[in-house]
Each structure stands twice: as C-alpha cells, then as structure tokens.
C-alpha cells in the first residue's frame, strides 16, 4: 500500500468524536458539584466556580428515598443476574447435552421467541402480575429478567463445544448429573458465566419502563424511575438530577473498566448472526 | 431405570425454571395479549367484554394513533440511517490501523452501557434554554437567540433523534468492526495493485463485504426505533407533549393502557398492530438490502 489515508485526518475525526462522546458524562460529573443556581445561570465553564458536595450530601441524608433507590436497584439487577446465569446456564445445558423428548422443538421455540418484541407482552404482563399479586413489589422486576433467550443460545453453543470427558470421570466417580454441573461444568464456563452476569445486571439495572409500569411506592423506586422524581410539575432540581445521574452511572462505567473483555464478548453475542 | 427415561427427566428438570418463566411471562402473555386486542377491559369491575374487531377498526380512525406513527416513522427514517452510516463511518477509521484503537473504542462505546434515563435527564439540560448547547451555539453567533429545544415542538423530536444516534451508534460500530475483520485482506492489496484509492476500497470492497452486517444492524435500528419509549416519555412527562411532538406509538400505547381507563384492550391491538408493523418494515428492509447487494 502506498497511498495511506492521511493518518491526521483520521486521529482528527477520532477525537472529535471521543470529544461529543465525552462531553455530556464530563459535564454532569462537573456540574453535580456545582450549586442549582451556578447550574441554571448558563455558564458555559465545564469546572464548577465553587465546587460543593451539598448536593450528593442532600441525596444521601435528607432525600427519604434515594439510598432505598440504590439498595433497591442494586438487589433487583444483582437477584436478576444471579438467576439469569443459573436458569440459562441450565437450560443451555439440557440443550446441547441431555437428550430429551421434544428437545428440538423447544429450542426452535426460543430461537422464535427472541423475535418477539416486548411491547406486546407490557399489558398481559401487568395483568398477570396483578393476579399473582407481584404488583408493586420487586419480584413483578426480577422473575420476568430471570431469563433470556440469547443467553441460553449462548450457552447452548459453549456446552457444544464442551470436552466431554471430563463429565464422564466425574459420573465414574459417582457424581450425579446436578453435582457434576455445578461443581465441574460451571466453574469452567466462567468466562460466559461472567459474561451473562454482567449483561443481566446492566440490563436490568438500567431498565426504565418495566419499574414505571410495575412499581407504584416511591420507596420500592429504582434509581432510572427514582431520577424523575427531581422533575416535578414546577421545576426541575437539575443539582439533584446530575448528582443522582453520576451515581446511577457510576456502577456501570466501574463494571465496563474492570471487566472489559466480558462486555465485548456479552455484546458480540447480540451482534452475531 | 432405562438411562434413556432417567436422561429425558434429567433434561426436563435442568430445563424447567426456564420453561416456567417463558410459560407465564412469554407465552400466556402473547395468547392474552391477542384475546385483549378484541375485548373492552374494565379493570375495576374486572371484565373483559368481547368486540370483535371493534379495537382495530377504531385504531384505523384514530387521529392521534396517525400523529404517533407519522411522529415514530419520522423518528425512525432519520435515526436508523444516521446511527448507521456513523457506526459504519467510525469502524472504518478504527479498523484503519491506527494507534491508540482499543482506547478510543473504549470510550465511544460509554453511551450503549448508560441509563436511557440519566442520559435523557443529562440531554434534557444541555439542550435546555440556558443549557450548553444553546450556549455555545450562541456565543458562536450560529443562534441569535437560545432555542427551547425540549419543549419547543418543531425541535423536540428532533432532541430525541440526536440523542438516540449518539447513545446507539456505538454498539453497532462494534458489530460492524468484527464483521471488518472477517473482511479478506487480499482483496484490499489486489485493489492497491491495481491502483484504487481509500475512497474506492470503501464503496467496492467494504460497504458490498459488510451487506450481511448492515442487514443486521439496519435490522435491529428499525426494531429499536420502532419501540423508543423511555426518552419519549422522560422528556414529555409521559404526556407525548409539547402539542403530541415527542408522542410515539409505544407512548400512546402506555397511554390508552394505564394512563385512560377503559382503554387496555384498545391498547393491546395497537401493541399488536405494532409489531404486525415492525415485522413487516423489517422484511422489506431486508428484502430491499439483498436487491441492493447484487450490484
């Protein structure tokens, strides 16, 4: 190759970029320091002129909800994604390994089902929650979460490829199947059990429209749903948004940098045909 | 015991919690969903009286159900291409051998991970009348005046559009650069010899290399943007306001379901009629990319 494309047009296009992408997470960090007036005056200067912690203050002793809200977001995500690795992890199990009637047609049906989308389902849901008596409590938020279908796709297609005589010593040891699963084939899929862990809870952690819908008690709020209560019929307590903002970030972006390599696999499972 | 009857109970009870969970929150839901489509739910009384079609033929009437879509097409014929071509834009300048790659991958991909919520609320103040964005665009002199961009109904939608390609951009930049990688590199050095320039390479090697990928993303843009509810409904208070500007299809939806009374089943057959819709832009979508790819 000769003619390169001109490497610092390139990087231009590249910070650019990282600038737009940067700048709205960079200004609500700055300004979750700043006060409501230095906010609504308008000041285009990303630094606050006289940073305070009042507003983070006002969130976590004289809000009555907000720690709920965390506690709350923290266990219903965290609950989700532990059932979500059991309930796929099994399922892809039996799927790629066990032989059972109507096996194929079953997985069929989940490959169907992916294509379904959600917003038929809200209206049946709720009335089914409603029956069962989970409105308004968090189970209505974690048992639907408890699984997902590209998920056990995914862990149908690792168990495949699974070495299967590790499985069978177990068995001569006098293993049974639940035994072997749990102690020997789960430790080893660690890597995709990571991976749908993380996926699970920043899904459900970031789940706007099923708390909206389920959940009717500002206490039992997530943190998406609990934001909007800064919002009110007069004025917007943007201080308090911004600062309750950074802490419903916060988790994540810490999750997204430590464990990095399972986010690319988890979204490379969404992206592969 | 025969070993065939204790594996198929074996394959039975590994599968069951999954089998429960897809049982009462899939698959009743979908049959319930279809049988609400043609009642008239009063939920206090708890009845469900049959109509027939009566729910879909209003819908066909419905004045404002005809702003939602008109609002939802709109929203979807600007984003789904825009968040495309950017995504496939990007890739391309990270797939180009430069430095710091995995660095500035990192960073763009921030927005896909992030509440809808909070980054809603965060653009809902850059965007306001003394927000940044009119700041700048002020003191730049591009605007006379600062635009109320969340509330004024000419630019509301539009808030959301720009907002909805910068936050989704990213994950489909992702699955364009694992598609570029699968790209045959002998194909690029063959093009050098014979004297193409980046230009070239781009639009006859890459974009007729990545038609599986676009018709995936193309795909999944249209399905997303299809359902948009959280920004919607976050920037209008649930209200599709100012003037329906922001109200689209998932939004009256939620509306007629639990915002009116008496109105769920009517509700269920617009969720149904959108996803009748959303199936089928789908396949012509499809469709559409593979007559493209025979050039």
Redesign the interface.
């Given at each position: 190759?000769?003619?390169?494309?001109p490497?610092v047009f390139?990087?231009v296009?590249?910070i650019i970029?990282?600038a737009?992408?940067?700048y709205?997470?960079l200004?609500?960090v700055f300004?979750s320091f700043k006060t409501y007036a230095e906010?609504?005056?308008?000041?285009?200067t990303l630094l606050p002129q006289n940073p305070t912690l009042n507003n983070y203050i006002h969130l976590f002793t004289r809000d009555e909800n907000f720690v709920a809200w965390i506690w709350n977001s923290l266990y219903v995500a965290g609950f989700a994604a532990f059932?979500n690795v059991?309930?796929?992890s099994?399922?892809g199990?039996?799927?790629a390994r066990?032989?059972?009637?109507g096996?194929k047609s079953?997985f069929l049906?989940?490959l169907a089902?992916i294509m379904?989308?959600?917003?038929?389902?809200?209206?049946?849901?709720?009335?089914?929650m409603r029956n069962i008596g989970l409105l308004d409590t968090h189970w209505s938020l974690i048992?639907?979460s408890?699984?997902n279908f590209a998920f056990?796709f995914m862990m149908r297609q690792f168990f495949i490829n699974f070495p299967k005589d590790i499985e069978e010593a177990a068995a001569i040891d006098g293993l049974s199947?639940f035994q072997i699963?749990f102690r020997i084939v789960i430790p080893m899929a660690r890597a995709s059990v990571a991976t749908q862990g993380i996926m699970s809870f920043?899904a459900v952690?970031?789940e706007?429209?099923r708390p909206?819908?389920y959940i009717s008690s500002p206490r039992l709020f997530t943190?998406?749903?609990g934001?909007?209560m800064f919002?009110d019929l007069y004025t917007?307590h943007?201080n308090l948004?911004?600062a309750?903002?950074v802490i419903?970030?916060i988790p994540?972006?810490l999750l997204?940098i430590v464990l990095?390599k399972y986010?690319?696999q988890g979204?490379?499972v969404?992206?592969?045909? | 015991m025969k070993a065939r009857t204790r594996e198929g109970i074996q394959g039975y009870s590994f599968m069951i919690p999954a089998l429960i969970i897809i049982a009462v929150f899939t698959i009743v839901p979908i049959g319930y969903a279809i049988y609400l489509s043609f009642t008239r739910v009063n939920l206090l009384a708890g009845t469900f009286e049959w109509v027939g079609f009566g729910n879909y033929e209003i819908a066909f009437s419905d004045p404002r159900l005809r702003i939602a879509l008109r609002n939802t097409v709109r929203y979807a014929v600007f984003v789904v291409p825009a968040q495309t071509f950017l995504a496939l834009v990007m890739a391309t300048v990270l797939n180009s051998g430069v430095k710091f790659e995995r660095t500035f991958r990192t960073i763009f991909f921030l927005p896909t991970l992030t509440s809808s919520a909070a980054l809603t609320m965060i653009f809902m103040f850059l965007f306001a009348v003394n927000g940044p964005v009119n700041g700048f665009l002020v003191e730049w002199g591009l605007l006379a005046a600062p635009i109320n961009f969340v509330e004024d109904v000419n630019f509301a939608l539009n808030t959301i559009m720009v907002m909805n390609v910068w936050s989704t951009a990213p994950l489909f930049m992702t699955i364009y650069l694992a598609g570029l990688q699968d790209v045959d590199k002998t194909l690029y050095e063959a093009a050098a010899i014979d004297g193409a320039n980046a230009w070239k390479k781009f639009t006859k090697i890459t974009i007729p290399n990545l038609v599986p990928v676009t018709n995936y993303v193309l795909l999944m843009g249209i399905i997303g943007t299809f359902q948009i509810f959280d920004q919607a409904f976050i920037i209008s208070g649930g209200s599709g306001g100012p003037m329906n500007a922001t109200l689209t299809v998932s939004l009256l939806i939620y509306q007629f379901a639990f915002q009116v009374r008496g109105t769920m089943g009517y509700a269920s057959a617009l969720a149904i009629l959108l996803a009748i819709l959303i199936f089928v832009v789908s396949m012509i979508a499809k469709r559409l990319n593979k007559e493209e790819s025979l050039y």
């Open positions: 190759m000769k003619k390169k494309w490497r390139l990087y296009i590249l970029y990282a737009i992408t940067l709205p997470f200004w609500a300004a906010i609504v005056g308008g000041g285009l059932l059991i309930f796929n099994m399922a199990y039996a799927l066990l032989s059972f009637p096996k079953l049906l989940i089902l379904v989308p959600g917003q038929i389902l809200l209206i049946p849901n709720f009335l089914i048992l639907p408890a699984i056990i199947r699963f920043l952690w970031n706007f429209m909206l819908l943190l998406p749903l934001l909007q919002n917007t943007w948004v911004m309750g903002s419903t970030l994540i972006l997204y990095n986010f690319m979204f490379r969404g992206g592969d045909k | -």
